[in-house]
């Protein structure tokens, strides 16, 4: 198994001590910060993951989410008391990959953090040299894509679901199949993951190329346009 370094940031020490022995068991490397603050200072590490909380002393959560995103695309788990919609929407529209309200389950921690690293378990496996559509190209061992041969930069989430519509093109995608691809299980009435990631990679896509690549089927989910 690869040893993929995930850092902690959590101010309850007994919740950030739990969370690095089940990933200690899984045999991850980890770091651990107590404060917002304090985690700016592991973000020069080369870290694969990160699980935060965005009730934190010194700087949030939420700015430990803008921090990181300046330096790194990798996955961020937040795992935090908020449970409001409002809390969870404004952390992946920040940059979070994924979202978990407290308290948690080990066997759900460690199932969300797996497919997180599905990003970096993919540029380590044979795969196609390049998946093209339109004026996208988008090159799974790399973990690049490009647009009329300029990189576009996407969020691990970003680029697994435009990697899903490129491996079927004529598919339409409903959210229980996006939800078992990207996340590997299935979609739960009024979990707005899905539709936060789309709008921000058909925005990206949009001023990239100048039109709408994504389109909503009505009633079933969403396509590639033709």
Do not use: C
């Not at 490397?29 to 965005?54: M, N, P, R, W």
């Not at 700087?59 to 919609?85: C, F, N």
């Not at 497919?115 to 799974?140: C, F």
């Not at 996006?178 to 949009?206: F, M, P």
């Amino acid at each position: 198994m690869d040893k993929y370094k995930i850092l902690i940031v959590e101010d309850d020490e007994a919740i950030n001590n739990l969370i690095k022995s089940y990933l200690e068991e899984e045999g991850y490397i980890v770091f651990q910060a107590f404060s917002g603050t304090e985690a700016k200072f592991y973000l020069k590490e080369e870290i694969d993951l990160f699980i935060l909380d965005l009730m934190l002393p010194g700087l949030s959560g939420e700015e430990i989410i803008e921090e990181i995103r300046k330096i790194s695309q990798g996955p961020i788990l937040v795992v935090s008391g908020k449970a409001e919609l409002d809390d969870k929407v404004n952390a992946l529209d920040l940059g979070a990959d994924d979202y978990m309200t407290k308290p948690f389950e080990k066997r759900e921690l460690l199932a969300r953090i797996k497919v997180l690293l599905r990003r970096l378990a993919l540029e380590k496996k044979p795969a196609e040299d390049q998946l093209t559509y339109k004026s996208i190209s988008l090159k799974p061992k790399s973990m690049e894509v490009f647009v009329d041969d300029k990189n576009l930069s996407l969020t691990q989430t970003e680029f697994l679901i435009l990697y899903e519509f490129l491996k079927d093109p004529d598919s339409v995608f409903s959210r229980d199949r996006l939800y078992d691809s990207i996340w590997g299980y299935d979609y739960q009435e009024g979990d707005n993951a899905i539709t936060v990631h789309i709008s921000h990679l058909r925005q990206k896509l949009r001023q990239a190329t100048g039109e709408d690549i994504i389109v909503t089927v009505w009633g079933v989910g969403y396509k590639l346009s033709k």
